[in-house]
C-alpha cells in the first residue's frame, strides 16, 4: 500500500466477514473495496448487508445487499429527528466477486470540494449491526478540488 498521505489508503481488520478496506477518491468519487473472509458475492444475502454510513455528512447510508450473485446500492437519508428517506442515485457503481467495489459520486452525499466526508463500513444481519470497521473512529477525508492532483502528486 501507499504511505498514508497518498489518496489510497488501507484500513485492515480481522473480523467475521470483512477482512480489510481499502479506499481512494478523486475530485467526483469515493471509491470503496471491501475484503471479505469469503467471496463477497456469495456473503452478501437479502439478510446480510455491508452499509457504509456517514457520520458527515450525517444522516446518509449506502446499503448493499445481494441476492443469487446480483449486487445493489441504495442511499437513504436520515433527517435530524426524521424518518429514513429513500434517496435516488443512479450514478452508484458497485459490483461484487471476490471484493466488493463501491463507487459513490460526492454529488449522492450533497457536499461538493473541500467538505469534510467521514464513514465507517457495517455488515448488517437481520437489521442488527454485527461488525463495524474501522472499530475506533471513521475514515475521513476532506473532498478535494481540481487543484488537488498537482498539489500532492510529483512526477
Avoid at 39 to 62: C, H
Avoid at 68 to 73: C, E, I, K, T, W
Wanted: glycine share 8%.
Amino acid at each position: 500500500m501507499e504511505p498514508a498521505g497518498d489518496a489510497m489508503h488501507e484500513v485492515s481488520a480481522h473480523a467475521n466477514l470483512i477482512r480489510g478496506l481499502e479506499f481512494g477518491f478523486d475530485t467526483q468519487n469515493l471509491y470503496v473495496k471491501v475484503a471479505g473472509a469469503a467471496a463477497m458475492r456469495d456473503a452478501l444475502t437479502i439478510d446480510r448487508q455491508v452499509s457504509l454510513n456517514f457520520l458527515k455528512p450525517e444522516g446518509y447510508r449506502i446499503v448493499i445487499t445481494g441476492d443469487a450473485g446480483a449486487v445493489r446500492a441504495e442511499v437513504t437519508e436520515r433527517p435530524r429527528g426524521g424518518r429514513d428517506a429513500t434517496r435516488a442515485c443512479p450514478d452508484i457503481n458497485v459490483a461484487a466477486g471476490r471484493h466488493l467495489e463501491i463507487q459513490v459520486p460526492f454529488q449522492c452525499l450533497g457536499v461538493s470540494k473541500d467538505a469534510t466526508v467521514a464513514f465507517i463500513v457495517a455488515v448488517n444481519h437481520r437489521g442488527s449491526e454485527v461488525e463495524q470497521h474501522p472499530r475506533h473512529q471513521p475514515i475521513e477525508l476532506q473532498v478535494p478540488d481540481e487543484q488537488f492532483p498537482s498539489r500532492n502528486w510529483t512526477a
